[in-house]
T-cell receptor, first 115, second 117 residues
Framework: AQSVAQPEDQVNVAEGNPLTVKCTYS??????LFWYVQYPNRGLQFLLK??????LVKGSYGFEAEFNKSQTSFHLKKPSALVSDSALYFC?????????????FGKGTRLSVIA | GAVVSQHPSWVICKSGTSVKIECRSL??????MFWYRQFPKQSLMLMAT?????????EQGVEKDKFLINHASLTLSTLTVTSAHPEDSSFYIC?????????????FGPGTRLTVL
């Protein structure tokens, strides 16, 4: 079975500082990994994904994530946080199998960027 | 990116009534659609997966007779909450994926907030 762990419910960071939102996963075989962001009362917006290739993935709004197979992690990072980055972030995984496998989400991490 | 719309964005209904939520893929053909439910401050919980023209596959613990899902075309899926009760109040989010397999991105609708009085 697939699962995603986001160990931090809340991450606080000062504006301009680097941020990291942690994610580890469990899946049979190699994974497809995703990060989404959710603003209040809104649906999810895609940030980035890892399918294959370079372990460092760059996405929207200056975010990036690094796939680490040995640690089964896919932490989200940004070099310099903005107040507007404050939102709920979800990590998701999907197994590389055929069929209609859905995304399985972590519980989410609330990021608060303080001016 | 591709756009998925949901209608209505919010709905308030009386206990015992039924509510239909529509999910549309606006600029691509959604061979697979997913329905999620999100409680306050919690993650998205998958309710069911549906393919165009076939019956939905429900996750364990989700009552298929209560949450009716229809995926009648490649651009439309509906979720009907039948005989709604206050405990059905939640944020419902649909997601759609086009052809191309599991590496394809899932696009999410903006969600529908259901409040059952």
């Amino acid at each position: 079975a697939q699962s995603v762990a986001q160990p931090e419910d809340q991450v606080n960071v000062a504006e301009g500082n680097p941020l990291t939102v942690k994610c580890t996963y469990s899946v049979s075989g190699n994974p497809y990994l995703f990060w989404y962001v959710q603003y209040p009362n809104r649906g999810l917006q895609f940030l980035l994904k890892y399918i294959t290739g370079d372990n460092l993935v760059k996405g929207s709004y200056g975010f990036e994530a690094e796939f680490n197979k040995s640690q089964t992690s896919f932490h989200l990072k940004k070099p310099s946080a903005l107040v507007s980055d404050s939102a709920l972030y979800f990590c998701a995984v999907r197994a590389r199998i055929s069929g209609n496998t859905p995304l399985v989400f972590g519980k989410g991490t609330r990021l608060s960027v303080i001016a | 990116g591709a756009v998925v719309s949901q209608h209505p964005s919010w709905v308030i209904c009386k206990s015992g009534t039924s509510v239909k939520i529509e999910c549309r893929s606006l600029d691509f053909q959604a061979t697979t659609m997913f329905w999620y439910r999100q409680f306050p401050k919690q993650s998205l919980m998958l309710m069911a997966t549906s393919n165009e023209g076939s019956k939905a596959t429900y996750e364990q613990g989700v009552e298929k007779d209560k949450f009716l899902i229809n995926h009648a075309s490649l651009t439309l899926s509906t979720l009907t909450v039948t005989s709604a009760h206050p405990e059905d109040s939640s944020f419902y989010i649909c997601s759609a994926r086009g052809r191309g397999g599991a590496s394809n991105e899932q696009f999410f609708g903006p969600g529908t907030r259901l409040t059952v009085l």
